[in-house]
């Protein structure tokens, strides 16, 4: 312990500044929220990120599992500042605010130097993890590209930030310029929007799905090899608006994950806003969008087969409103499992086990034997879903089917 | 494995731990602690995620104002007695600043320089900062026209401060997607002890507000 007053006079000595906006010049709210609410529907987070030099501290710094600032009314996250560049578009794509056809009357630009001194104070107190930065094309993609790449060059030059930075890459954007972003970034991403050319045409009929789109993930996957890219590349689909079947979202997230090496695919389910075309249109349920991330969870984190994932679609390739491994399990299981003798592998496909517990039982097997229900509760398994996948103590719990079977 | 190397230490942290309970740990692995069913050592588990918890809790809601040059604070009244590991956190996020962090009856003051961690336990917030301020006016007295430059500065930075409140209350408001049907789509929620313990204000959104905010 010391005293406060030596802390004080060593505090001094470094040069503070919070920033924010420029004194005198305030931020136009209407701005500030016509550019958030451009970004309510894109999905990011601040994990992943891992370039902390050990020993070394600057100005603002990454966790790698990410960090929650608050959660809005609906349960979202809110960890980085979202924001549009600009909100002024050519592009029609049908189910966008921004859309040229959609009649918003006001375009609104952010300067470099604003957004970042923003970006600066928001994180000095502690409200947001780093930025999240996208935008309409503007002028152009080059142009606009290069005005959201030279704020992120002031918030790592001028103001030493240290912290997260998500960068959207403009369809469109030249090489080079996506190499600056990635240089610059954590995680840079290009939004897919629909699984495919044809279901793209019907959302966004002025964008290329290859040359817009799918070349510019292939410019951040070759680039990524020569340029280091702390959370990697992502990706989001728009869920729903365009008639696609979940099976449609999971082949295109394959081709994302093992040939254009993503690091994450984002879901968002579709929500008709008010002045597009698709107004009329039924907002798609949340349900589908956390059905998606479950099957993506099952096969990047869980690592199944291909195949078996295959189990939980129906006949016409959608997901049901239920546990998509429950589905896979009912498939792959013929009889319970002994949680003493199965494998790894097994376990992590029973529902109700996780990677953690599945790793606590094989631990735990290799000292003595596990016997009862309750010692697989201790080890964190959702024993309820479990039970009528396993056979502990040599009891299997009733089910329905081997009631009547 | 989530039990970390230093187990022991936030045990000693959490608000229901005891010498006994402590001795006990000591002679325990991580692994044990993980892999262990007997229920003993299942509820030592279960409290050092509870520190866990909440360190990375506050980590995310406490909210931090500056106060003049060089010193950032921020309302923090934690269940369990973490509040170096949050203030050593903002510590090493600004190298060179003060964090000052705590409630009415408890605070903590670090500060990273070059050569570690500086850190000062007082009895409140308040009176952590009143000394900070009569410190501060004093180096003024002495101080020539350097110190007159900073107590400017020092009022256009509570001019932005306002205005960064505002911003920061339109920019929230502007990421919401109302709940349906008086349900959170995304599970995602800041329980009401946190709202307190950080002192959040902008965030208690329409579904953590109470009757009594509109009295």
């Known amino acids: ?405 | 494995m989530r039990t970390p190397e230093n187990f022991v230490e936030l045990l000693a942290r959490h608000k229901n731990s005891d010498r006994r309970l402590i001795e006990h740990a000591k002679r325990l692995t991580p692994l044990d602690i993980e892999t262990s069913t007997d229920p003993k050592v299942v509820r030592l588990r279960r409290m050092i995620y509870a520190v866990q918890g909440e360190i990375q809790r506050m980590r995310g809601f406490v909210r931090l104002s500056p106060l003049g040059r060089g010193v950032l604070w921020g309302p923090m009244s934690p269940e369990h007695e973490i509040g170096f590991y949050v203030a050593d956190f903002f510590a090493r996020r600004f190298p060179g600043t003060m964090i000052v962090l705590g409630d009415e009856r408890r605070s903590w003051a670090s500060l990273l320089t070059g050569s570690g961690y500086l850190r000062s336990r007082g009895v409140g917030v308040s009176t952590a900062l009143e000394e900070l301020g009569r410190l501060t006016d004093a180096e003024a007295k002495e101080g020539g026209e350097e110190e007159e430059e900073d107590r400017a500065e020092a009022g256009a930075e509570s001019e932005v401060e306002a205005g960064l409140a505002q911003l920061w209350e339109v920019y929230y408001q502007s990421q919401d997607q109302p709940p349906r049907d008086g349900r959170r789509t995304f599970g995602g929620r800041i329980s009401r002890r946190s709202l307190k313990s950080a002192g959040m204000e902008t965030e208690r959104g329409r579904a953590n507000r109470r009757l009594g905010d509109f009295i």
């Open chain 1, 1 to 405: 312990m010391t005293t406060l007053e030596k802390m004080a006079r060593l505090a001094a000595l470094s040069r503070f500044d919070s920033l924010g906006p420029f004194p005198g010049r305030k931020i136009d709210p209407a701005k500030v929220e016509v550019l958030g609410r451009g970004t309510k529907h894109d999905i990011c987070s601040s994990t992943s990120a891992k370039r902390r030099e050990e020993g070394i501290y600057r100005f603002g710094d990454v966790l790698r599992g990410g960090l929650c600032h608050s959660f809005t009314g609906s349960g979202r996250c809110v960890s980085l500042f979202k924001t549009l560049y600009t909100n002024a578009c050519p592009h029609d794509c049908r189910y966008c605010v921004n859309a040229k056809s959609s009649g918003s009357s006001r375009t609104f630009s952010y300067s470099p130097e604003e957004l970042a001194r923003t970006t600066v104070a928001l994180y000095r107190t502690n409200r947001i993890e780093g930025l999240f930065l996208s935008s309409g094309i503007g002028e152009g993609e080059e142009e606009t590209m290069e005005e959201m790449i030279e704020t992120v060059r002031l918030l790592r030059g001028s103001y030493g930030f240290g912290g997260y930075v998500h960068l959207k890459i403009l369809p469109g954007s030249s090489r080079e310029l996506v190499r600056e972003a990635m240089e610059l970034s954590d995680r840079v991403s290009v939004n897919l929007e629909a699984p495919s050319e044809s279901r793209l045409s019907e959302l966004c009929p002025s964008k290329d799905y290859q040359r817009d789109i799918l070349a510019r993930q292939r410019y951040v996957r070759d680039l990524s090899r020569e340029v280091d890219l702390p959370a990697g590349q992502t990706t989001q689909m728009v869920v729903g608006a365009a008639g696609e079947t979940d099976r449609e979202i999971f082949d295109r997230l394959l081709f994302e994950y093992d040939v254009l090496e993503l690091k994450r695919v984002y879901f968002s389910a579709f929500r008709p806003v008010a002045g597009t075309a698709f107004e009329g249109r039924d907002k798609e349920q949340s349900w589908r969008e956390h059905r998606l991330y479950q099957v993506d969870w099952l096969r990047r984190v869980y690592r199944l087969e291909d195949e078996e994932i295959t189990a939980a679609f129906d006949e016409d390739g959608f997901l049901q409103n239920g546990d998509p491994k429950v589905a896979i399990a009912r498939e792959l299981f013929d009889s319970p499992i002994d949680p003493n003798s199965a494998s790894f592998g097994e376990l992590i496909r029973v529902p109700g086990i996780g990677p953690r517990s599945a790793r606590r039982i094989a631990l735990l097997r290799k000292k003595r034997r596990i016997e009862r229900m309750r010692d697989l509760a201790a080890l964190g398994v959702a024993t309820r879903r479990a039970g009528p996948f396993l056979k502990v103590g040599g009891k299997c719990a009733t089910t329905l089917d081997r009631w009547m079977g």
